[in-house]
């Protein structure tokens, strides 16, 4: 054996040697999670370090983990907050949380439970992994929650059903049971229950309501449901953890990086902070100071076959024996004897080649070829939503119709996903059960809303056509303006003007905050503005429109706090020769029509009882629908009514715009509201003579002595005039708002008649 064979036999030992050093070092220390003298596992529950058990083991306090009974449980037993998973990599967490519980007998209510679960700012409650469901079939649940932000979001669905037969098992689509998403970033949440009629109809099968946020496979709707929720009190929810509130950049320039050797810092993808990460070709728990150790890719059999596989850190080298040539992990034998050989080395080297060059050219055109079918497809598919969303019938009567929808456009579907960075979720301005808003800016840098719907509402393409050139005619000041839409989607896409001051709700019940308080001049000139709006889709329009959905969050305000009445996404156009229509009961709670709940008949006089919540809003300040006790109101309809029959209405009006001054002016919005929220829709007025007291009080503020009662008959019957037409004229803007009659006895007897007197 020649010298040089012993050196290359040697070197071989050598490398193999350092091979299972190398793997053992790795293996004994990689496989330690937790700090050196701590425990890192709580029964079958390992707890990976920042998080730990006792003293001294965790990264922070809120990471302390405290093991009972093989039981680990999130900072302290008294917390109830079990721990089942921890995930480093993901940055999650599961827990298990109660059930809420809503229950009834002959007698009434039984047993109400409202579980509250809240989170140090390292925690929020996932709204990928988790949903938000209500089980029973006379139930409405509400989740109510607080942001790493300081945000506070309300969202929650309801759920009937007239027996057991009617429910469809399997599916959570509003019978027996509902679901709805989780908003993002919530740090606390409240689940709230209550039924419609104390389940008297439902008892023999259903005497409870449940309500739960979950893991999205953590929960199915079944046969046994019913029964089964009679003995859990307890079910799993994903929970995202990150390290503090900073990001990596942030947390590397104060030096506070908690990231060890071998490791990489990543922003968290669902809320503040950041999380570690093992480099490629490392493994551990990156926190550690040794976490993060060598894998020893040689343990792999399929490496480097036919020669040495040399772990190096962080990745790997093969090593080819003599005659021997490295393709990527293979050695491959190329025996050359002598120089009449060189025709079978130039064989096995050049063809080789030769098909790897041909299979490359090979693969790129069949690479080219898939992305023309692709796109071909794409474009096919979206010819397909254009026809089958009444795209060329809408051309057609947008052609036809020139002149009137001279700003309505047809949008492409790739505008509007420049327009939103590709739905970017740092786009979306708002969220409801029947789509997301976002915030889109055109090529033309004209800032713009755009409604994506989550589902589609499988809609008649005539009746689709017919709602939009219906919505596109509307060009009133208070109503906000449809700039187009888009029709190469699966679901309509609706391009809408972007009103920039928020909600009515934000200003009326987020004061100091989002918001400032409104003046009572302002909350007049709102109330008169939207009535003047639902006044004009009643009357003024083609075919009369029925919002349906009414409620202070679908009024918003401009920065001149000009009101325009939004979300058509529930609306109903009404046949002229029809009074009413019978439909599938929709809106928001506190805000329902109470006979249009028990009839399913749909008439105008919904929209002018859920108009008389937002009145009692703008007076006393307080919510629609609110399980607040210390509040002492829950259906702010029904408190309002009562305080006026008990003559208490200025015990209830908000004391921002209680003064002597007002006082004859709030009496009569006051009396107008109570008439709006009259149970029988027969005995409220019209949304016109809604529309017409409310400016008339709107004028007589803006007189020098329009507070005054002993008014000069003569300038007051010369004042009321100049309201007489059938059309009034909108001093501000210039064009006609809709058709207000205004006779000087009736404003004056409203003006005389004590609170109290009834109407």
């Not at 096919?380 to 700003?407: A, D, P, Y």
């Not at 709700?505 to 009572?520: D, E, M, R, V, Y």
């Not at 325009?564 to 805000?591: A, H, N, W």
Request: hydrophobic fraction near 35%; glycine fraction near 8%.
């Amino acid at each position: 054996m020649g010298l040089l064979e012993i050196l290359s036999h040697s070197s071989v030992v050598l490398v193999v040697m350092g091979m299972v050093i190398s793997s053992y070092a790795s293996s004994s220390t990689a496989s330690s999670v937790a700090l050196p003298g701590c425990a890192d596992h709580c029964g079958n529950l390992t707890v990976p370090y920042p998080f730990g058990i006792g003293d001294s083991c965790h990264l922070e306090e809120k990471f302390n983990i405290s093991c009972e009974s093989s039981v680990a449980y999130l900072f302290e037993r008294e917390s109830n907050i079990k721990v089942t998973k921890i995930s480093l990599n993901d940055g999650e967490m599961q827990i298990w949380q109660y059930v809420g519980q809503d229950c009834y007998n002959q007698d009434g209510p039984q047993n109400r439970t409202t579980p509250e679960l809240r989170f140090a700012d390292s925690f929020t409650i996932s709204s990928t992994k988790n949903k938000f469901t209500a089980v029973g079939c006379d139930t409405y649940a509400l989740i109510e929650g607080y942001s790493d932000g300081g945000e506070r979001y309300i969202t929650g669905c309801m759920s009937l059903c007239d027996d057991i037969s009617s429910i469809g098992y399997g599916s959570c689509s509003g019978a027996g049971c509902c679901e709805t998403s989780i908003p993002r970033g919530l740090i606390n949440r409240t689940v709230t229950l209550s039924s419609y009629y104390n389940h008297s109809y439902v008892l023999d099968f259903n005497p409870c309501s449940y309500a739960f946020t979950v893991e999205r496979n953590g929960f199915n709707f079944n046969k046994t449901t019913f029964e089964d929720l009679k003995t859990i009190d307890q079910l799993p929810i994903i929970i995202d953890w990150s390290i503090g509130n900073l990001s990596c950049d942030e947390a590397k320039k104060l030096g506070d990086l908690k990231c060890k050797a071998n490791s990489q810092c990543v922003n968290s993808k669902t809320r503040s902070g950041y999380l570690c990460m093992c480099l490629p070709g490392f493994e551990g728990n990156p926190y550690l100071p040794d976490g993060c150790q060598d894998v020893n890719e040689c343990n792999n059999s399929s490496l480097c076959a036919n020669g040495h596989c040399n772990n190096i850190v962080g990745s790997y080298t093969c090593t080819c024996p003599e005659r021997y040539v490295l393709s990527g992990t293979i050695c491959s034998e190329v025996p050359v004897t002598n120089s009449s050989d060189r025709s079978r080395r130039a064989l096995f080297t050049y063809v080789p080649l030769s098909v790897g060059i041909a299979f490359v050219a090979f693969a790129v055109a069949t690479l080219v070829l898939c992305w023309g079918i692709k796109r071909r497809k794409l474009m096919k598919l979206k010819e397909k939503f254009f026809e089958q969303n009444g795209g060329f019938m809408l051309q057609q009567q947008l052609s036809s119709r020139r002149g009137s929808f001279e700003t309505t456009k047809i949008f492409t579907a790739e505008e509007l996903e420049r327009a939103t960075n590709n739905y970017d979720e740092s786009r979306v301005v708002g969220e409801g059960g029947y789509g997301t808003v976002y915030k889109g800016i055109l090529m033309d840098d004209k800032v713009v809303a755009i409604k994506k719907p989550k589902v589609n509402a499988q809609m008649q393409t005539e009746q689709f056509i017919n709602e939009m050139i219906v919505l596109m005619q509307i060009n009133h000041r208070n109503v906000v303006r449809l700039l187009g839409c888009c029709l190469e989607t699966e679901v309509p896409l609706l391009v809408y003007e972007f009103i920039t001051n928020g909600t009515l709700f934000q200003h009326i019940h987020n004061k100091g905050t989002h918001a400032p308080s409104l003046s009572w001049e302002l909350r007049l000139k709102i109330a008169a503005e939207t009535a003047g709006a639902l006044a004009y889709l009643h009357s003024e329009t083609i075919m009369p429109i029925i919002h349906r959905d009414v409620k202070t969050m679908n009024i918003l305000l401009d920065e001149n706090h000009t009101a325009k009445v939004s979300d058509f996404g529930t609306s109903r156009l009404v046949p002229l020769d029809e009074i009413q229509m019978t439909t599938l009961v929709q809106g928001t709670l506190g805000y329902l029509d109470p006979e249009y709940l028990q009839s399913s008949q749909l008439t105008e006089k919904s929209d002018v009882y859920s108009f008389g919540v937002v009145l009692a809003e703008l007076l006393t300040g307080k919510k629609a629908l609110s399980f607040d006790k210390s509040d002492g109101v829950s259906n702010l309809a029904m408190f309002f009514v009562s305080s006026m029959e008990d003559d208490r209405l200025l015990r209830v009006i908000d004391d921002e715009i209680v003064s002597n001054e007002h006082l004859e002016a709030l009496r009569e919005v006051a009396n107008l509201t109570r008439r709006c929220l009259r149970i029988k829709g027969e005995e409220r007025p019209t949304m016109k003579e809604v529309a017409m007291e409310l400016e008339g009080l709107r004028t007589l503020q803006k007189h020098p002595w329009g507070s005054k009662v002993d008014l000069c008959s003569e300038e007051t019957e010369y004042l009321l005039q100049q309201h007489s037409s059938p059309y009034a004229i909108d001093i501000e803007s210039g064009s006609r708002s809709g058709g207000v009659l205004v006779g000087y006895d009736s404003i004056q007897n409203q003006l005389l008649m004590p609170y109290n007197g009834g109407r």
